[in-house]
Nanobody, 124 residues
Framework: QVHLVESGGGMVQAGGSLRLSCAAS????????IGWFRQAPGKEREFVAR????????YLPDSVKGRFTISRDNGKNTVYLQMHSLKPEDTAVYYC?????????????????WGQGTQVTVSS
């Protein structure tokens, strides 16, 4: 059973930084991957980043590449999303989830074991 807990959200001004954490348990670390998604009211859930536990392989879309960094601490069973140069459009509830498919996917439907989410609010 996979259990994920997000933390680290808050309110920041545009240009600020936040580091989100996703504490994981029950993962098969040699196989599993963790993705970060975000969802703003009235918008579909958007892929933000993904990292594989074992290899450390990451993928981030152009919308956040250069501003966000995903990393993991295997010893702490925690995935981090370091966010810099935050913009108001980054405002959303941020979720982490485990990849359920055997192939790399950016679709929310390919992920499960969603955490409760953590709110990120960026003011201008």
């Amino acid at each position: 059973q996979v259990h994920l807990v997000e933390s680290g959200g808050g309110m920041v001004q545009a240009g600020g930084s936040l580091r989100l954490s996703c504490a994981a348990s029950g993962l098969t670390f040699s196989r599993d991957a963790i993705g970060w998604f975000r969802q703003a009211p009235g918008k579909e859930r958007e892929f933000v980043a993904r990292i594989y536990w074992s290899s450390g392989s990451t993928y981030l879309p152009d919308s956040v590449k250069g501003r966000f960094t995903i990393s993991r601490d295997n010893g702490k069973n925690t995935v981090y999303l370091q966010m810099h140069s935050l913009k108001p459009e980054d405002t959303a509830v941020y979720y982490c989830a485990s990849l359920r498919t055997r192939y790399p996917s950016i679709r929310s439907e390919s992920y499960g074991d969603w955490g409760q989410g953590t709110q990120v609010t960026v003011s201008s």
